[in-house]
């Protein structure tokens, strides 16, 4: 975003399988190049929304992702919002520790995303689904 423009709207898009994918990730590259961010970042933008997205299709068998681009104090950031209405993250705790998983994975999905953000919030609960929310700002 370039100043004096306008921060421009949310984007939300389905996630519904592996086919999926390819997409959410050139919607997250494209924001993240528009916010300006240099190479370190963008990987770090990339694998969060890999890493977030593939939960959804493997845990949650569905859900979406929200783009919404920030500015706040002069800087620019990008916020992305994983929601889903599977069964929840049953022990919310446990899974922000490395090395548990539910899968077959080795347990830093969670945890390593939270590393790589400058803001993050997860909320899960049987009724409601999963919603990570993981912010990155312009340095």
Known sequence: MTQGSATPPPLTLPIVGEDSLPAVRRA???????????????????????????NIVLYAQGGSVTLEPLERLGRNGLRLIFADRGPGIPDL???????????????LGLPGTKRLAHE???????????????TLWKR
Do not use: W
């Open 28 to 54: 997250v590259e494209e924001a993240g190049r528009r916010v300006g961010f240099g190479l370190v970042d963008q990987t770090k933008l990339m694998t969060a929304a890999s890493e977030l997205a593939r």
């Open 93 to 107: 705790e446990r899974a922000m520790r490395d090395g548990y998983s539910t899968g077959a994975g080795m347990g």
């Open 120 to 134: 993050f919030a997860v909320t899960s609960s049987p009724d409601t689904g999963t919603r990570v929310i993981f």
